[in-house]
Every structure is written in C-alpha cells, then in structure tokens.
C-alpha cells in the first residue's frame, strides 16, 4: 500500500504534536520531516520534544531528526507554524511545487487560497488552482479553532434557512493558545474576556467558508457576526453560545430537525478523519460539556446542544468542538485528505484503491 | 447612636454568612438573631456554622444561639433562604409587622412586592404600602445575583436611549449555586452550559427592575432578553458578555458616555452600603476579570468593559459583578438600608442624624 | 470462546462506571446483571445512570435492567458498593456461592479475605479457601485507591532491601471521592489537608498487601507509615511523595536499579489487565504529572519518578497511579482475572487456552 | 511624624507589586524610588505595571516615574529583584550606604548577611556589622517562601525539644513562580512534582535560621531535612506537609503546647508587621486551607494544624503561609523594620516614640 510522504511544520508545538501523533499512524500519510526551530534542529525529535500529549511520542517519529528548513523535496506539508513564519515559510514551499496544508492564519484570507472543511465548503479547495500563476505548488488553510466547529454547527442551518445575523460567546480553553501560552497566575479561577484578534477572524472566516465559491474567488456569505470571546480554565474544547437570526423566522423544532437531517457530503464521507457523525446532537440540558463530549468520533465530531428559540433572534444553541483536533491538526490532516483526493499528482501518488472507497 | 435590630434567616449558608460578616459591623443595624435549619438550631452560631469566610465568625455573632423559628419581634429580617423556605416563613413575618427584606426568589415576581436595586429602581419601593390589604408587614426583595450586576449595567443605557433587545452569555462562578451546590468533578476544568431556571429568572426581573412603576404595579419594560446561562470553574464572581440594540441606532462612544455620566440617584447615594463609584468603567482591553476586579467598591461596584460596537446589535459591553455581594447579600443589605430611610417605623428607630445625610 | 457471566454492584456510580466500560469488552467476562440503588432499579441502565464517561455507555449495558437485589444466580460479581453496604451485601452473595470481588473497605482487613494485587501477593488469594467454613462463596478484595498504586512502587524496594519505614504525603485527586464527593467550592484554586479515615487504611492496608501468608492469615509486614493524605484541584489521578527507610542503607541508585529490574511473576503476567509495563520509571525530573502519565498502560501502569537519596530516611521517590482503574476498577477486574484462573470453579467456565496462556 | 524615604527595587514584578500596595501605607516607611527593568523605566509606575492586585495601584506611588537605576541616596532599599539581578546590583547599592533588605537568594547564604525572620532569629541581625568590612551599607535578607512559613512553625518545636530530622512535602501555589511563572497548561488540573532548587534551599535556609549566631557568622542548626517540592493548582498560599522527630520522643500533645504557649520576642512584637498572632493553631480536623486561612494576620500569620503523633518520627502536622506576604514583601517589611529600630542610621531617622512603643 502506498503513504504520501509528508512533511510537518512547526513539529514541536502544541499543534505540532498532536500532528504528530495522528499522522503517526495515518493510513494515507507518512512523516517522514519534522521542522522545527532553530533550538531544535539538528536533535532527534524524541529527545527535543518538550512532549505533552498522554502516551508516549510515536516511535516512528522519535528517531527524525529535527530540521530547521522545510523540505522542498516532498510532495505535501502540514503546517503548525504561527502566523508570522508561516507568512514567510509557505509560500517558500508553495514555490517548490509542495502541496501546503496550513494551519496558520497568515494566507486564510488571501484571494486564491482555499479556506475549508471539508464537511461544509469542499468545492473551495477549487480555488487551489488559481494559485497555479504565483507558484507550481498549493496553499489551502483550515480555519481557527473556533470557527472550525462553529461553520460546521451553523452549515446546515445556512443551508436550510439562510442565516443572516448571528451572535456569538466563545468560552475558549488553555491549549487554545499554544504554549507556553497563558500564565496560570491569569487563569486559575479566573475568566479572561478578551482574546487578541479573534472576534475578527471568526466573523471573518465564518463568511468565507458559508461563502459561494465564484470566479473570482469566495463570494462572502454576508452575515453579520457579533463575537464575544473570553478564556476559561479549561485544558481543552471551546465552547460557544450561539444567538442565530435567519431570513425567515425559524423556530427550535425546524433547527433541530436540519440539523438532525444533515449529512456530510460524499467527497467527505470518503476521507479516513471524516468522523461517522461530523455534529452529534445532545439532547440532556447539560450537554455539551468539554469534560465528556470531546473525545466522540476522535475529537473530530462537533457536539450541538440546548436547541431552543431565542427571544432576540430566532434560535440559541450551545457548540462544543475539540480545539486542537476538529480546529486544529485534525481538521488540517482531514484537509489533506481531500486534497489527496483531489489534487492529481497527491491522489497519483495514492494507492488507487483509495480513490475510489467511501472511507 | 440608635442601631436597628434585625434577624439573619438562613444564616448558616453561603449567602447567610455573607450576611453575618457585612451586617456585624453595620453602622445602622445589629443582628440579634440568627436563624437556620433544625440541625443548627439550639447550637451557637459560632461552634454549628461551617464557616467558609475569609477571617473568623464575627465574635458579636459567634455567641448567638441559632433559632429554628423566625423571630417575630425584631423589626427587620434578612431572608437567605432557599426559595421553597422562603416561601412559607416570609409571608408568617410579614403577618408579624416584620419588614422582610428577601434576597429568595419567592415572591419576586408577586404584584405588589418590590424588586429594588436602589441605584436603579429605588421608587419601586412604594409597592410595599400595596401590601398593607395582606398584612402589616412587608416583603421586599433584591434581585438574582446575575440580574443585580446586569440591571445595573443596562440601567444608564436604558435610561439614555431605550433598550431594546438583549442578547447574553452569562459565565458564573461556583459560589452562584450555594453549597454544597456543585461537585468538584462537574466544574473542575469544565463549563456547564446550563443552570435551571436562570435563563428566565433574568430575563423576568431584568423586565420588572428596568420597568415603570404605575397605580396597578410595575410595568415590564418589554425588553427582549435573550440568555445563555452557563457556569465555569471561578470560585466568586459572574461574568457576563452583552449584545444590546436600542430604539435609535447607538454607538460605543454614545453608550461609553452614557455609563460615564450616569450618577446614581440621591436616595441611594445616602445609603452605607453604596459605593462611591457604583459602576467602574475599565478601558483595558483584558478587563474585567473576576480575579482582579471583584473588591471594588467592597464588593458592590459593577465592572463594566469593552465597550465596543455590535455588528448585530448595536453595542457589545462585558459586565462583572460579584455575585454573593453586589448580586445577593450586600444588595440585601442595601435595600435593607433604603427601606430603613423610607418605612416609617424603621426610620423612627434610626438616629434622625441618619435619615437626613447623604452616607 | 466462553465467557463468565459477571455482575457490577453499584454500576451507576463513579466506579461502577469505570467497571462498566471495562467489562464491557473484557475478553473473559461478560456483564449480565446491573445492580444499582432503589431509584435507578426498574429503568434501563443506559436511561438512569449519570454517565460521566467519555464516550457513550456501551451499548451491551445500556439496555440492561438496573436491579436492587445483588443477583445470587451469577458466579462472579464487582462490588463498587459504598462500604456500609458491601458490609451488609457481600456476605449475602458470599454465602450464595458467589465469588465477589470488592472495591469495598468493608472486608478488606477480615482475616480470611485476601487483600490483593495480582503483581505483588497473588499468593494471598490462596486465603479465599479459609472462608469456607462461612460461606460456600469468597470475597476477594483490592486495596484502597492511595494503596493501590503505593504497594505496587514499594514491593520491589521491600522485597530487596526490606521497608521499615515511610514517609508519604499523597496529593488526591477529586474522583477519589466519588460522585457527588467534593464540593466545588471546597477544592477549586484550593488544598484540603484531611481525608476522613485515609491515613490509617493506607498504613494497615500497605502492612498486609506486603505481609507474609502463613497459616493463620496474613502476618503484617511491620513496616512503620506516616502518611499525609490531602485532597487537590485535579480530577483523576494520585500522586504521593515518599520517603523511605530500609533495612540497611540503601542509595538512590540501588533502588533505581531494583524497581528497573522487577518483574511482575508469571501468574500475573497472564492477566488480561495486568500491562506490560505495571511500573513505568520516569527520568526527567518533572515527572510523573496526573495531566500526562495517567494513560500508560491503559490506566494500569504505575509511575515512578525522582527517585533521589533522602537526608531523614534512604531514598525519595514520586509515585502516580491512576485510582480509577490501578485503585479502583481496573485492580477489581485485575484480581477477578486471578481468581478466575485459581478458583476452581470460574475455571471450569473459562476456556481452558485462557488458562495456560501468558496473557 | 517622620518616615524613612525607602526605595523599591523589581517594583513592577508579583513581590514588588506587595510591597507597593504594603510600604504605600506603611507608618514608618515612605516609598520614594520605584526600580524596574529597561522596559518600564522612564514610564508612570501606574502607567507602565501589569497591576494584578485586588484593588488600585495606591495613588501616591501610581505617579511616581519608574527608575532602571537603583537609587543610592535612600538610606533603606527593598529589592524584591530576581536571583542574578540581585546579585549584581544589592553590592552596589550596600557600597553606596543603602540598607538593602533583600527577598532574592542571592545574598542569603553568605556568611555576614543576615537571613532573618524577627519572631526566629531576630539576634542573626547583628551579622550586619560584620559587612562593615565589605561597604558601608547593608545586606540583610528574608527567607524563601516556603522557608519562612515553616520555619516559623518549626522554631518553637526545636527551642523546646531540638529539631534532629523533618520531611516535609510542599504544595506551592502559582503565584510562587512569579509572573508569567507557571504556564495554565502545566497547571490546571495537574501536579508538577518538581521546583528547580527548591527542595536545597529550604534545608540550608531552615538550618541558617535556627542555627546559633557565633563569632564566626551562623553555626547551622545541624537538622537532616528531606523535602519534596511540589506545585498545585492554587493562586497563593504554600501548604506544607511535616514530619518531624527530635532529640527525645515528644508527643502530639507535647508539641501543641509548646505551639501554643509560644510568645513572639519583645523585639518582633514592636514591629508593625508583626501580627498578633504570628502562628495560629487551628483545632478542626480539615484545616488550614489556602481558601479559608491565608488572610489571618494581614497575611503574616502562619497556619498550623492536624498535630499529630507520626509513626515513622515523632509528630506530624500541617503549615500554611502566605507566599507573597509571609513568604516575600511581608517578611522583607518586617525585616526593615526590625533594622529600622536596630540600624543606628535608621533609627535615627525614625520618630524617637517608635523605637520605645511596643507596636
């Protein structure tokens, strides 16, 4: 059977790692790069790795040692990097024909870059071939970690009912902002009501993922999005309230229903991350809640409960998605699978077998 | 100097001990009795109550006998008790001639009791005379320890240009259930996306404090009150995110004016328990947080921050106040103090000095 | 492949949960009967049962029947019963022929009731056949949550060098206590310094699991134990500090190089649950940590670290288990597994392979 | 009423904040001279500090302009510095004359630098003149954090039985770290079981402060300390497991009366700081605890309970002190005022009434 040998940017990071772990024992995709810093380059993985996920680093990877420039001699790449290297490093890799899966917010908004899930908008990653006069290779990004789950709770709702007005709570946690990130002395019983830049990226991201793919790029889906984001002391999940207004009056029983009714598009049925049930639907008043709900379908499916009217606007739920998966190294590895599919010289690269089953 | 003597009822509990520590060293009142469950009953206050308080039982109190009966003969009771309690031993004090202030949810809601914060709403108290037909006495009450910090926020925006419609996410702290309210392993680095009950306790009170008082009662202001209650791992204090729209379009710069130029009324400027500055305006951007802001004004000053446009509605501000003072016994103790000026018996018992000082 | 039929006592609570999950796909037993109290018993486990798993309940024993009388009719039964009612529970199945293993402290000390951990006395359950004469069934019991994970870290240092004394402070996680347990007010961003009853089951239980077998019962091992149990704001997971003293001086070294070279013996080895490695040794010097060490061998492993001389006693050493599954269910089913290969009866039910296979 | 003109040195980092909120009101000292890094020198202290303290920056130091240069004209300095600015810049500053009270280690093991806490071991200040050979100022420095709590709580056992061999388990708070310190992802809901160097320099400091001024400088107290440093996840207050033996076997009983009859010296007890009741002995079984027990005193009173006999030594019990207070700012302004009266310089400078009062 053949792997697509890949590469992993940003190794040694909170995302990096989880990366790491879940392309370890990828049925598509082989590590076979670890890029990390420049304190890292040049050690084994396993020595370097200021590891914090439970169990131990893979031993495929322990043994790689860290490099300090992103290979140009494979044929797909995830990146982990923050938003300022990758502003520099990908497009590097663009250029050397490598087929980029980022992460970051550097290249989210740029014109010809796919921005997708693949269970919401897989016919963006189209756009890909739009980069074809700036470079021989692709970007194609996956949201932040909030919106990641928000776009796929309020997809099926778009679908139905046209959402136009939304407002939004984020109850973010800890791994959320990297490490060393926040300082215990903030967080600790404590509530933070204000995250750097992320009120705008989500309103943004939102309207370009629920937005018509055009020809001359991503038409915005125009909603207006009011965010309130604040951190919790949580280790991992963020949790949203969501206020959701639509073209029509939609009443608790009608969202209900779409969402129950929806379904994952085929192209997305078919990729090995894609979990069985993308939204699980919770019916107790208490649901969702980090401590229980974020394992389901390996922290890739995004948990929906407390369906009910909104006095303000139409209808209030509560999302929950698992950060650093279903918003983070999942949703990028789950990305690459669709671009695996879809982009001709990664799916050549693949056992033809894959092409052809529903994962 | 002539002191008002008063009951403490529930005075074992959360709220209870709230009570004990702020009214001990009251200037115009002085407990004389403490009542709790039949299990304190009989005992000293100081060797039954499991006391949860920074610093130790106030002595003046320790050496109290607990009651299992409300007390008849004192002018003045405090109701901490559970709202099913409160329903049947408040309106007994009542029947007694005791003026009974109740931080229950019992009779909030009844016609002719009133909801007070004074800042906001002190001639709701006029209701009280409407109990005369019932019995001699009177009940008066203090709002939900979300709706106090909240009405309080709202109150100078909704006097200045008519609010509308709300939509808010409130994130409470432990202490907001009592104890032993909620185990460990439920909040201990998790959110709850439901308290029972709370979504239309607010939506319900922050309607009658913000309405008109009129011959029948009070009118409901008729806002549209959207709620997401959820609870997270603070210890004291609830925070809240707020997506207002008025009448007329408005903007942050309009609505930071309104909360900077809003003074409270002179009625509640002579109370003790008011702070100088009842609402705090912070202009950093990470601010308020429960951890740093919540002794402001010993507890009773609302935090007010990020005040900023809504792409919804028209302003998004977060509100923090704390919940077992601001939003249970200091707002008591409060009203407690207005009713004190404004009850012709209680007055008669204060020092005349009192009655004509701004405190 | 034949499978023993088993029943869970107290399968709604915290361990009973645990118990449930891990039974359910326990390749020699098979969960028939749920037996739960007064108010879950009549529904359907799946509908009653407070589920604080993640992951749903498995679907086998979601649609099992909670009962309230203890079966007599199943060979083998799990008791996670609170201890006054496995006082009163167990001898009721024992004498039914029932082979029961408990969670319970209720009989752990009992003369002829074999305190047990597969890796460290399996001997001892040669003591079952003393009750004989009481009951035609046994009770086996495995050691409190602390001790668990304690004996297992200090049995190779007892067997080499013999333990005469020991220091331990444990830091206790809230899971510890069960559901509902510690209030939350009690334990966030707090240090409870007591644990009712635990400091004295720890030493008595440490004396037997590492005592001898002789004719009359178990013969203490002598060892002098000083312990601090406290309570912290972690969810799963004990840690315990120890200082140790031996027989002779004994250096950080030697003990390193004899917990290295223990091996679990061979009737313990060919236990489903017993892992592969039952004590991991951990280098760096920040570890073991409950966030990342408590997954290892599926919950089963123990975690040994900072294994330094001490200056009062002979060496220093961290330890952490997780008391769920090492200290509670997984050491319950751990000890069944060795008395369905000892006992005779549950024997003859298992498929004679299990019985001479190194699991 | 005169006051000494004192500087602060690391004015804008957790301890400096302290001691700023501290020596703003203090009656015998006047803070004239804020030190802090590059960064923030040339800028408001009340401009320029990440202010994370309940309450306000104190208005009379919020305008004072932040200086990067140590001020040499004060006669007293507090430098709450970290360990390797300290250790450059205290010498320059006991060049220049200044008495420099110092919380950081750098100093604390020399042989003429005072370490003192003035209920210990106020006579150790008298190492001061033996500077006079080095720089016409001084250095006199306060314990670390857990040192100074437990030392306190120890002394007056080894005054009336001799102190041979403690082990102690510690549970630091976050705040112990400073700021930014420990990262949440470290600490929410886990256990570090290790604290760079902490574990040495409580033994050598333990043994400085109850060992006996000699014509030489310190003869150390000679007792074997074995200690386990851990951190939890609380804010602040360090809690302290102890296991202590001595001389001959003392009992429970012995120890607690020799806890309570405990009386501070003459000379500790005129000082402002100096509480009260500098050790409280708590009778319930579950105390202290960070949440309850930290504000005794003004957090300078050290928490000691659960007295208990130990198996393994002698007795067992629990210590609680503040970190920041007892631990840091606090201990550093007790020790100024200590030098303040004996400091011939000082003491000059003070209103000749304090030197006779007994505070």
Known sequence: MNRIPVAILGATGTVGQVLAVRLAEHPWFVPVALVGGSRSAGHRYGDIVRWRQAGPVPPSLAQLVVQDMAPRDVPLAFSALSRDVAAGVEP????????TISNASAHRMDNDVPLVIPEVNADHLALMHQQAGRWPGIIATNPNCVTAALALALAPLHRAFGLE?????????????????VPSLDLLGNVLPFIEGEEEKISRELNRLLGTLSSGGVEPAGIRVGVHATRVPTVDGHVMTVSAGFQRRVTATEAGEALRRWRPPAEARRLPSTPIEPLALHDQSDRPQPRLDLSLGNGMTVSVGRIRECPVLDVRLVVLGHNLVRGAAGAAIQLGELAALQHPELAALLDVRHRWTDG
């Open 92 to 99: 590097v890799l663009a250029r050397a024909g490598v087929v």
């Open 165 to 181: 007005r939304v407002v939004i709570t984020t109850l973010q946690a800890a791994s959320g902002a990297g490490y060393p990130g």
